[in-house]
């Protein structure tokens, strides 16, 4: 495994196996090995990468230039920018981590105003309830009636002694 971390030790050539993809060269990079060594290496002729990833978060002044050397290349990317803003988001991650991988995620009840294309039509998982509301005047009730249920029904089991219960507001 090798890190870069600048990108003056990375370069951007046409690829060869791939048209209108790019292959990630390496001229420098710090290199791991067994036993938890490492060193600075210069690579001549630089190395190719074989799988990149990093930070994707754009306007990040300390890795926002990952997403732009990894954007079409030819070998894969273990993020994106559009991957990074949508794991940003909790309940975008809790859905994917529990209908798509099957994973547990702790018990979620979301209030979603409007439409949202990025959130399941249906129940993703169980244990994540979403409630659409159209507009927040005049919801009280409905919104004192789902976190009733879903308080009521985390007393009876899910909810152990000194347990709690996080309220999270989403700019989303």
Do not use: K
Not at 49 to 77: H, I, K, M, S
Not at 106 to 126: E, I, K, M, S
Not at 153 to 168: F, S
């Amino acid at each position: 495994m090798v890190l870069c971390l600048s990108p003056a030790w990375a370069s951007r050539v046409p690829s060869e196996t791939s048209p209108g993809a790019w292959s990630l060269l390496l001229s420098r990079g710090v290199s791991f090995q067994v036993g938890g060594h490492s060193a600075l290496e210069t690579f001549a002729p630089p190395r190719r990468a074989n799988y990149v990833t990093g930070t994707f978060a754009p306007g990040d002044p300390e890795g926002g230039w990952v997403g732009e050397l990894a954007r079409d290349l030819d070998c894969p990317t273990g993020g994106s920018v559009p991957l990074a803003h949508r794991l940003e988001d909790t309940l975008v991650a809790r859905c994917v981590l529990a209908a798509g991988a099957n994973l547990p995620v702790p018990p979620t009840l979301a209030f979603v105003l409007g439409a949202r294309g990025d959130l399941p039509a249906q129940p993703p998982a169980p244990g994540v309830r979403l409630v659409r509301l159209q507009d927040p005047q005049g919801q009280q009730s409905l919104v004192r009636e789902e976190v009733g249920a879903f308080l009521g029904g985390h007393r009876h089991g899910a909810l152990r002694p000194g347990q709690g219960v996080g309220v999270t507001p989403l700019d989303s």
